[in-house]
């Protein structure tokens, strides 16, 4: 296991920006970073990247923590191995502590069937380019095939030879275990108990997860063999979910990222003649109908996809396929369709490098170009036909998320077709119920009523203020308010030996405590009581605010964590709409500049304490309904009164007016 003084170099060499940048594209604003959160179906930018505090969270899905948290969350790896990763990153020496905890069972299990992987790749590449028989057969096929040195060396293609068993003996002979070259599929068992090479007489194509690590391996076949497939892929195991794996990916993440933008192809040898080429922007489905780990792969680096596909109607119609699934996605779908009779490998190999990139740059039709263009051709002039066509595009329109864009897409639609873009607009309106209904059908098994919002019957009348919630908020923003601004200045009247008040600098978390402890009062959610009994030891300890808010960032506690992970983030203070509401507050007069804290503070206490009056004024008021002996209602009519007197002293400093 890695040792203590490697993990704590680790966290504090890791920069949360940088590792969030590296899979989420990320704008600035103000202190912070945000972005498109990957572990939901963000539409507008959610998530957001604190420097200062060395954590990112979502305010959406709520997903939050450290660097390391965020490269385990998105890579779907183990602690381990985002350490790992971000040593890496930072050209950090990994020192192993034997004193460690030991791995689990499954993690020592994928370490493994990994080093079987990394075995069998070194195997396959010296086979290839150091024996005779490599040579002659698969080194002279790739040759043939117009792939130089370089892109073998790149891609780490190699050669499993001939035999019945020859790799399996050599791996039992370096120590690995049958059950795990069982498990990754390069070994298998006949019925008979006998076991054999499963890609033996093939070239091999490694396969890397986005960390560069050999998952598994796609192995061609040379002989002409019509009982057998061409390619052999390594089955689903512990370490390889063909699902989350895009061919070519590790080597085209940097490239997609820099130019926005990711081309979509099928098989290997695209690949390989593509970023041969030039086009290292490219990655291959091999076949798969994007699952949500393939999205989740291309989310990180670009929403901006082109799909590059064979001219003919096999080509089209994947194409066609591909758009809808893209477009339900999130990503922004162009589309590139080669001459017919070509391939993204033998268009690459017959053209000059120029001459790609320019078909690819002249050739790129938006998705709803490539579909007229497609659906026109059969179309002709058939009136029915066209309107079928124009209904089909508008479906494909409907799967987009964002308002602005569909729109943008209507009126490219309605000058593409001379159809006015409002009759346009009704349809698509029609399909985005549609979509809704069944979307909501799917989740909740039966029919759910959809409205847009042109539909919508809002009430202004709905007057209701529920006090537990009340309080809940303003106990919220005093836990907030030391939590971001405990350690500032702020002015405070206090009471002087004399009698008299005198208008002092002091520090915001310390006015609290002492309003508090005043008047004995306490927080009624147990989280923020914990949160404020902890703050006093924390503050003690800290130079600064930062230090203050790391702290209950990494606190042990999880529930304090994950609050403080999803609030610490904003500089700007937050006022409740029901606050507005309640205390007829102008959003005018709020200021939530740090230099206007005092008023902040000041009304705020004031309004916790307010609510505390109300809520037990609430209950007295119930108090007097039950049967008691008229002692007992006289003494709850005194407390009542003299809460009555507090309320109208605390309403007269918020220039309040509250009815009795």
């Not at 992987?117 to 698969?138: C, P, R, S, W």
């Not at 996809?305 to 003919?312: N, S």
């Not at 705020?604 to 004024?617: C, N, S």
């Amino acid at each position: 296991m890695i040792s203590k003084e490697t993990i704590d170099e680790i966290y504090s060499a890791a920069q949360i920006e940088e590792v969030v940048a590296d899979f989420v594209p990320l704008k600035r604003r103000g202190q912070n970073w945000v972005g498109v959160c990957p572990f939901h179906n963000d539409k507008n930018p959610s998530m957001y990247v604190s420097p200062r505090l060395g954590i990112f969270n979502c305010f959406v899905c709520h997903t939050g923590g450290n660097a390391v948290n965020f490269v385990m969350k998105h890579e779907q790896i183990s602690y381990p191995e985002a350490l790992r990763y971000l040593a890496k990153k930072y050209g950090i020496n990994i020192v192993e502590d034997a004193r460690s905890e030991d791995l689990t069972d499954e993690e020592k299990l994928k370490e493994s069937l990994l080093a079987v992987n990394k075995f069998a790749e070194q195997y396959f590449i010296d086979q290839l380019l150091n024996t005779e028989e490599g040579q002659t057969v698969g080194l002279s096929y790739f040759k043939e095939r117009g792939f130089t040195q370089q892109t073998i060396e790149k891609f780490k293609l190699g050669y499993c030879p001939d035999g019945w068993d020859k790799f399996t003996q050599e791996a039992l002979k370096n120590g690995y275990q049958l059950e795990h070259l069982i498990m990754t599929g390069l070994t298998k068992k006949s019925e008979s108990g006998k076991v054999f090479d499963f890609y033996r007489g093939r070239v091999i194509f490694p396969i890397y997860d986005k960390l560069g690590k050999p998952v598994g391996f796609g192995g061609r076949i040379l002989k002409k063999d019509e009982k057998t497939s061409k390619y052999f892929n390594s089955p689903e195991s512990p370490i390889y979910h063909k699902s989350n794996v895009l061919y070519g990916f590790y080597n085209a993440q940097r490239a997609i990222k820099s130019q926005d933008n990711v081309y979509l192809v099928e098989g290997y040898t695209d690949v390989l003649s593509m970023v041969q080429a030039g086009i290292e922007n490219v990655v291959a489905t091999s076949g798969t109908a994007f699952p949500d780990g393939q999205i989740r792969l291309l989310k990180s680096k670009t929403n901006n996809v082109t799909v590059l596909r064979d001219g003919d109607r096999a080509g089209i119609n994947a194409a066609l396929k591909d758009i809808n699934i893209l477009l339900g996605n999130g990503f922004n779908v162009s589309v590139v369709m080669l001459p017919d009779g070509e391939d993204p490998d033998s268009f690459a190999q017959g053209h000059r490098d120029s001459e790609i990139t320019d078909y690819l740059h002249d050739n790129a039709d938006s998705f709803i170009l490539f579909k007229a263009k497609v659906m026109a051709a059969e179309a002709g002039n058939d009136p029915a036909k066209r309107a079928a066509m124009v209904k089909d595009i508008i479906q494909s329109i409907a799967l987009i998320q964002d308002d602005i864009t569909r729109q943008l897409y209507i009126k490219e639609l309605a000058k593409l077709f001379g159809i006015e873009e409002k009759m346009l607009t009704v349809e698509l309106r029609k399909n985005i119920v549609k979509t809704l209904k069944e979307s909501a059908k799917k989740e909740s098994g039966q029919e759910v009523e959809i409205h847009t919002p042109a539909e919508e019957k809002i009430s202004s009348n709905d007057n209701s203020f529920d006090e537990n919630e009340a309080l809940y908020q303003i106990e919220k923003k005093v836990i907030l308010l030391i939590l971001k601004y405990g350690a500032y200045e702020i002015d405070a009247e206090l009471d002087e030996e004399d009698g008299q008040t005198k208008c002092q600098l002091v520090r915001l978390d310390q006015y609290i405590f002492n309003e508090f402890s005043e008047e004995e009062i306490s927080f009624r959610d147990p989280l923020f009581q914990k949160i404020f009994e902890d703050y006093a030891i924390i503050a003690s300890k800290a130079q600064n605010q930062d230090e203050i808010k790391k702290a209950f960032v990494n606190h042990e506690n999880t529930g304090i964590q994950q609050f403080a992970i999803e609030n610490l983030l904003g500089d700007e203070i937050e006022i409740s709409p029901e606050w507005l509401r309640r205390f007829e507050v102008s959003t005018d007069n709020v200021n939530n500049s740090i230099y206007k804290l005092n008023e902040e503070v000041y009304k705020t206490v004031l309004m916790f304490k307010f609510q505390l009056i109300e809520q037990y004024l609430h209950l007295l008021k119930e108090e007097m309904h039950q049967d008691h002996s008229d002692k007992i209602i006289d003494q709850i009519l005194a407390k009542y009164d003299l809460l009555i007197k507090r309320r109208a002293e605390i309403a007269k400093l918020m220039e309040l007016v509250v009815a009795k």
